[in-house]
Each structure stands twice: as structure tokens, then as C-alpha cells.
């Protein structure tokens, strides 16, 4: 079992629809938590991070953690073709900072 | 600010060739510093990380290997490159564990 599972999708929206993504974990031991943002032959571009169970919000865009799940989320509001991207979550633990990626979903916004 | 460099952008090598890949970050110091492969359409596959000058762990072994031989500086090499070998090599940097991690562009390796 991966420690961070990702549905890779593709995810396909209308403009302006409220776009969800989700990732689950294994490692409780995880206390970090990101998503990142990558286009095509880009490296990746941090959108969120958080460290607690709850909810973080930054313009458009929601994170959700929830530890007891080993859930996280993130919502994307108002969506645009600009948002068509890869979305990976990321997850960290413990003072070495490994970030351990999911397998990345694959957005697409129609105009 | 911090700035990280990656170089070169692309790279096509034959194998059994000798790889070094370099990256820099600027700005900051004694940075927590990574070296990730992502194979198409898949995610990040962490392969290198060092919390100080000298200090490198593996995560996957392979015929890969690192250094920091400078405080903001980690290369990565191989002696004789495989075909596996190819993907997107990408250099990853942060000051503090968990808040937010800074990619470089990265450098896509192709071994023919």
C-alpha cells in the first residue's frame, strides 16, 4: 500500500464549477501537509500548506485536513482554464522533512 | 529572497555514460535540500535528502548518487547511466521542515 494515494483522474470541469481533490495517507506519523500546482514539463508550484486538522483558505482556494480521517482535500472555487494543471498533495513528517507526493491529479477547465 | 537553480534544462545522454546534475539555492542558508525523479505522468519519487554539508540519505537504491559539498549546493550523479534512468529531475529546497517546500524547473534527462 502507497503511503499517499492520489486518484490521478483526469478530472474534467466546466469554467467557474467548484472543483474537489482528495488524497488519503497511511503514516499517522505525517504532520505536514501541501499541495502543489504543476503545469506541463514544469516543476511544481506550492499552492497550500498546513499543519493542523481543519480548514486554511488562500483566495480561491480551500484546504481541508483531516487527521483522524487521514483525509485531505482541496477545493478550488470559481474555477478557470488558467487552473488546468496537475495538482499533486504532499505530506511530511518528522525534522528530516521527507515530502512524500501523491500520484497527482490532472485537472482540466473547459471555458 | 531565495531563489533556487537548476541546470541544464535537457539533457539527452547515452547509456553508460556519467551523469551530474547541479543545483543552487540563494538567500538562504543552511537549507534542508532534495533531489526528486518523476517519471512521466506519475508523481514524485524522493531519491536524495541532506540536512547539512556532507549529510546525504538515500531513499531508493539505484546507480545514483549525491553530494553537497557547498552549504546551498547538491549534485547528482551517476557514473554509467541506464535507460531507467531517464525522467524529470527536479531539486527541491526548504528552511524550515513543513512549511512549504521550493521546486527548481528541473532538468529532463533522456538516456538513448
Known amino acids: 500500500q502507497k503511503e499517499v494515494e492520489q486518484d490521478p483522474g483526469p478530472l474534467s470541469v466546466p469554467e467557474g464549477a467548484i472543483v474537489s481533490l482528495n488524497c488519503t495517507y497511511s503514516?499517522?506519523?505525517?504532520?505536514?501537509f501541501m499541495w502543489y500546482r504543476q503545469y506541463s514539463r514544469k516543476g511544481p508550484e506550492l499552492l497550500m500548506y498546513?499543519?493542523?486538522?481543519g480548514n486554511k483558505e488562500d483566495g480561491r482556494f480551500t484546504a481541508q485536513v483531516d487527521k483522524s480521517s487521514k483525509y485531505i482535500s482541496l477545493f478550488i472555487r470559481d474555477s478557470q482554464p488558467s487552473d488546468s494543471a496537475t495538482y499533486l498533495c504532499?505530506?511530511?513528517?518528522?525534522?528530516?522533512?521527507?515530502?512524500?507526493f501523491g500520484q497527482g491529479t490532472t485537472l482540466q477547465v473547459k471555458p | 529572497s531565495q531563489t533556487i537553480h537548476q541546470w541544464p534544462a535537457t539533457l539527452v545522454q547515452p547509456v553508460g555514460s556519467p551523469l551530474s546534475l547541479e543545483c543552487t539555492v540563494e538567500?538562504?542558508?543552511?537549507?534542508?535540500l532534495y533531489w526528486y525523479r518523476q517519471a512521466a505522468g506519475r508523481g514524485l519519487q524522493l531519491l536524495f535528502y541532506?540536512?547539512?554539508?556532507?549529510?546525504i540519505s538515500s531513499e531508493v537504491p539505484q546507480n545514483l548518487s549525491a553530494s553537497r559539498p557547498q552549504d546551498r549546493q547538491f549534485i547528482l550523479s551517476s557514473k554509467k547511466l541506464l535507460l531507467s534512468d531517464s525522467g524529470f529531475y527536479l531539486c527541491?529546497?526548504?528552511?524550515?521542515?513543513?512549511?512549504?517546500?521550493?521546486f527548481g524547473s528541473g532538468t529532463r534527462l533522456t538516456v538513448v
Open positions: 504532499a505530506m511530511a513528517a518528522g525534522n528530516t522533512g521527507k515530502l512524500i
Open positions: 527541491a529546497w526548504t528552511r524550515v521542515v513543513g512549511y512549504g517546500y521550493t
Open positions: 498546513t499543519y493542523s486538522s
Open positions: 541532506s540536512v547539512g554539508i556532507g549529510q
Open positions: 538567500g538562504t542558508s543552511n537549507p534542508n
Open positions: 503514516n499517522s506519523a505525517f504532520q505536514y
